[in-house]
Nanobody, 119 residues
């Protein structure tokens, strides 16, 4: 009923940049917030950046100033521009959208895209 598809992950050297994209489709009219979370093995998923319809954004402390979240509502797409990447940014990045009655706990998730920062 709701599908989130991430793209743009890959391998990048420290200091490099990547741009992640997430396209939402399906029954998405109720979705107000879209964002990005990341997860590494053995650790819980953590918030990276969120965007609320209307322009408000929020960032994790360790990415603020390096990452920028943006949103194109006409395309139902949220982006994450990642600059000055560090090895500790390596993770699976997941697109998030809420609220939606069609998703477990009213929160929707994409399948994730791998970001690896390494020389």
């Amino acid at each position: 009923q709701v599908q989130l598809v991430e793209s743009g992950g890959g391998l990048v050297q420290p200091g490099g940049s990547l741009r992640l994209s997430c396209v939402a489709s399906g029954r998405i009219l109720s979705i107000n917030t879209m964002g990005w979370y990341r997860q590494v093995p053995g650790k819980p998923r953590e918030m990276v950046a969120v965007s609320i319809r209307g322009g408000m954004t929020n960032y994790a402390d360790d990415v603020r100033g390096r990452f920028t979240i943006s949103r194109d509502n006409a395309k139902n797409t949220v982006y994450l521009e990642m600059n000055s990447l560090k090895p500790e940014d390596t993770a699976v990045y997941y697109c998030n959208a809420a609220p939606s009655r069609y998703c477990v706990t009213n929160v929707c998730w994409g399948q994730g895209t791998q970001v690896t920062v390494s020389s």
